[in-house]
């Protein structure tokens, strides 16, 4: 058997970062736990966003041959985040958009297997069941385990004697619904084992923990500004390991034609907007400046402190080596209240429900008050008689 291995440094103890609300405009009032579903933006890059709608209002003043440069700062600070060189990262509209062309790039043999979590986002499945159909794969999904451990029970799928070979694997660092931690440290060289590709959707991890793409060696990774990067909706970013960076494109355009270099072949069109790319570039480079590390650090001891005081009322939590540091999620046997984020909502905590899970995701503007006013407001409506309710598919 190949063993694969990886020099992952050894990190030295990090120190969490202090709470940075006073980098945005969330009222001391309000309790925001929902950055795995949008983040407000930094005051920095809302004030980037406006300069960069002077740039349109004022094209005789602010000419567009500066805003090539303000594309490839974007790129270089999205490279940055996950261990990336500048030119094996595409620029791109959406994550969805980012699947679609990792989709089209793969050829597996027919007969493998397709290997993904249950209940994963739509935005890692669609473009999958299609190739899974093209390509004639089983896609398998791994059940979620009655004991949390999705990194275990995806290792004996992967291993699993006498199965398929493994074709694709599609894989996310956590689970989007409650922060159940899917160890791609542990996955990656099993799936590199098994002679499988390997699909990265990072979209509730860059930002917020540690991504590295020369520990993982995807062949393709995805992530968006607009949750852990503080940065606005419709940009977001491919990874394309390097033999991945000669295939088709989805769009057909000058700036992606020879002889463009690596993955910006995979580029959007329409990318120079000073507007967008203004905004990204500043919210990635802020979350560089405050330290990813020292980030996750912070947002782990604020989760830690919700995890205990949720359990205390009685809601099940997922161990905590089991669950991210900066998502979890809790439930209630026997389903959790009616209309439980409306009525957290009324207390000013925000906060939302995925697949009858409670999912709290402070991050740096959150402080300890709004820790203690999420429990409280939790504690109320608690007490009330609960019922059932059904949420939206969002992530």
Known sequence: MRVIL????????????PCQRHLFEVPADVSYLDAAAWSPLPRAVRAAGEVGILMKSQPWIYPRTAIPALAERTRAAAAGLIGAGADDVAIVGSVSQAMAIAARNLAPAPGGRLLRVEDEFPSLRYAFDRLATAHDLAVEEVARPADGDWTTALLEAIRRPGAPPLAIATLTPLHWTDGGLIDLDRLAPAVHEAGAALVI?????????PVDVACWRPDFLAFPTYKWA???????????????????????????????????????????????????????????????????????????????????????????????????????????????VDRLQAANVFASERSGALRLS???????????????????VLSDAGGYRTEAHDR
């Open 6 to 17: 990886y020099a992952r440094p050894i990190m030295p103890h990090v120190e969490a970062i």
């Open 201 to 209: 959707d990072a979209t509730q991890a860059v930002g917020a923990m």
């Open 230 to 340: 503080l940065g606005p909706y419709g940009v977001a970013f491919l990874y394309a390991a390097p033999q991945r960076q000669v295939g088709i494109p989805l769009e057909v355009h000058t700036g992606n034609r020879e002889p463009v270099i690596g993955a910006r072949r995979y580029d959007r069109g329409e990318l120079n907007d000073p507007v967008s790319l203004s905004m990204a570039a500043t919210g990635l480079e802020l979350i560089a400046e405050l330290g990813v590390s020292s980030i996750a650090a912070r947002l782990r001891g604020l989760t830690d402190r919700l995890a205990e005081g949720v359990a205390a009322l009685g809601l099940a939590v997922t161990p905590r080596h089991l669950c991210a540091g900066h998502i979890f999620g809790a439930r209630a046997p026997g389903g959790l209240p009616k209309r439980l």
């Open 362 to 380: 402070p991050h740096v503007w959150a402080d300890e008050d709004d820790i203690a006013r999420c429990l409280a407001a939790l504690e109320r």
